[in-house]
C-alpha cells in the first residue's frame, strides 16, 4: 500500500506522460491533489504559442473558445486512458472527470471524482 504523496506522485506523472502524447507537450509544473473522493490535478503553462495566438487573435473571444473545445475533445478522447491510470494507482473506479483550461494562465485544473476514497498508509515519521 502506498502514502497519500506516492500516489499523488504517481497520479501526476501519469497525467504527465498523458500531457506530451496526447497533447504534444508536457506542463511546466503537475501537481495531483487526493482530497477524499476527489483527486485534483493541477497542470501550469500547458498551452502551445500557437494555442495562445489563437486564443488572442480571433475576436469576441472565438479563438478561446475554439481552444477550449478543441483540448476538451482531445481530452475526453482520452479519458478511457487517463480513467485506466487513475484506477490502477488509487485502486478505485473512476466516476467522473471535469475539467477547464485558462486561455490566460495556461493552467488546466481536472478533477477527477471517485467511487470511493482511496486508502493509503500514513508516512512514517522519522
Keep these: ?12 506523472d501519469g497525467m504527465r506522460r498523458f500531457e506530451r502524447e496526447y497533447m504534444g507537450r508536457g506542463p511546466q509544473d503537475i501537481r495531483a491533489h487526493l482530497i477524499g473522493d476527489l ?18 487573435s480571433l475576436p469576441a473571444g472565438k479563438g478561446r ?4 473545445k478543441m483540448r476538451s475533445e482531445l481530452l475526453e478522447a482520452g479519458r478511457p486512458d487517463l480513467d485506466r491510470m487513475v484506477e490502477e494507482i488509487t485502486g478505485i473506479r473512476v466516476v467522473s472527470l471535469h475539467h477547464d483550461i485558462s486561455t490566460l ?11 470511493d476514497s482511496p486508502k493509503f498508509r500514513k508516512k512514517k515519521r522519522g
Excluded: C, P, W, Y
Aim: neutral net charge.
Design 1 to 12: 500500500m502506498n502514502t497519500q504523496g506516492e500516489i499523488e506522485s504517481a497520479i501526476a
Design 39 to 56: 483527486v485534483v490535478v493541477r497542470l501550469k503553462s500547458v498551452l502551445t504559442s500557437a494555442e495562445v495566438h489563437l486564443a488572442k
Design 65 to 68: 473558445d475554439l481552444l477550449k
Design 105 to 115: 494562465t495556461g493552467e488546466k485544473i481536472v478533477v477527477f471524482t471517485l467511487a
